[in-house]
């Protein structure tokens, strides 16, 4: 009889340690994906919707770092206590691994819209249980989560389909901000692997060098030209001209700026090279932008400085454009590593300005030769007071400040004559020439 007991405790010992998490004890990736099949073979059967959620802890990796595991750990207990207590009974709520759960939802209607609606009850539900402050060990702690939401219909849909969907769905959760839920359309799929190819494909520019810069003319108040600003373009072999607008913001995300970053320093300082062999190009200045994932590179200034060296060029002519923004973070490193770089003669200028971020007392600290006026307030120059106003008192700070103010987007006469007239000492835009391939822009110097 004693053997009996003992086998049986043995097997529901395994049964737990098979098909449960052995913190949560909520069913595990194994119980779960055997109870998801039932449900869509029953969903084909009975034509009633159900819903598939992937829900994540938003900043759960900041908590688990900065307190501990074992605080980690009560944490994940009683958020699945509270998941529990959500959903309905037949319902399953499963714990994947780490901080990922999902929730299965059976039987919800035959109409997809009164399935949605159900659906979302529960998740708003979810949010806001989830978010209510937890005791931790004598301390109050409150986190938040992203859910994303797949809804099933019939069998035909795999589990790992629904999983991806829900999975997708769930990170468009965490993009608009966290604390949210958003049910999966196929337009996010259709943009993910949109995603994916461009990215595959900026990797194989990056290593075909099928980059090109382009030069956009930047003249002082008599018309004359006095340097120019490098404009990255991308002539893709199948889908043409891409816009920077499109690949930049994804080579920010995954890093990829930091070579494509470098290669455009080469470029333009083998290009500043170029001009100095020539007298009536030797004394232009070029203007580089930069990204904040490639100034706080350790060697970024050792690579500037090696860079102007490789290329024998005076460093005065070398003017790095940054953003207001990149002043949001490390703004005692920015400093720092500007300084260093103007120390050699290597100018500096804030694009976008008016935009963003820009304490005043940073402002003066800033080595900044020049500030640049957003074209968003210079468009609406002759028609917008307001706008008015932020140019004049740009303009006002700048000249404060003894540095040089340049515009850019002026792309009519009046835009120039009220700039001019108001103090703007250097202009550019479509008005003055547009971006140009390198034979195209020092034709149009000639002429």
Known sequence: MADITSNKAAAKEIEVLAFYDPLTLLPNRRL??????????????????????????????????????????????????????????????????????VVTLEDLSL????????????????????????????????????????????????????????????????????????????????????????????????????????????????????????????????????????????????????????????????????????????????????SAKQLHQVDFTSTVQNTINKYAINPNLLKLEITESMLLNSIEDTINIMSRLQTIGVRFSLDDFGTGYSSLQYLKRLPLNQLKIDQSFVRDITVDESNRVIIRTIIAMAQSLGLETIAEGVETEAQRTYLLTNGCTHFQGYLLGKPLPIHDFESALKS
């Open 32 to 101: 779960f994906t055997d109870r998801l099949n039932h449900a869509l073979a029953s969903s084909a059967r009975s034509q009633n919707k159900g819903a598939l959620l992937f829900i994540d802890l938003d900043n759960f990796k900041n908590l688990n770092d900065s307190l501990g595991h074992a605080v980690g750990d009560m944490l994940l207990l009683q958020v699945a206590e509270r998941l529990n207590n959500c959903v309905r009974e037949g319902d399953t709520v499963a714990r994947l691994g780490g901080d990922e759960f």
């Open 111 to 290: 109409q997809l819209d009164e399935a949605a609606s159900k659906t979302k009850l529960i998740g708003e539900k979810i949010l806001h249980q989830v978010s209510q402050p937890y005791n931790l060990g004598g301390h109050e702690h409150q986190i938040t989560c992203s859910i994303g939401v797949a809804l099933f219909h019939h069998h035909e849909q795999s589990q790992d389909e629904l999983l991806k969907q829900a999975d997708i769905a769930m990170y468009q959760a965490k993009k608009v901000g966290r604390n949210a839920i958003c049910f999966f359309d196929p337009g996010m799929q259709t943009s993910i692997n949109a995603r994916v190819e461009l990215e595959r494909d900026l990797n194989i520019a990056i290593n075909e060098q099928q980059f090109e810069l382009f030069y956009q003319i930047q003249l002082d108040i008599h018309g004359q030209a006095i340097g120019a600003e490098a404009l990255i373009r991308w002539p893709h072999p199948e889908l043409g001209l891409i816009s920077p607008a499109k690949f930049i913001p994804l080579a920010e995300e995954t890093d990829l700026i930091i070579p494509i970053g470098s290669w455009v320093l080469d470029t333009a300082c083998a290009q500043l090279k170029q001009w100095q062999k020539d007298t009536s190009t030797q004394g232009l200045v070029l203007s580089v932008n930069v």
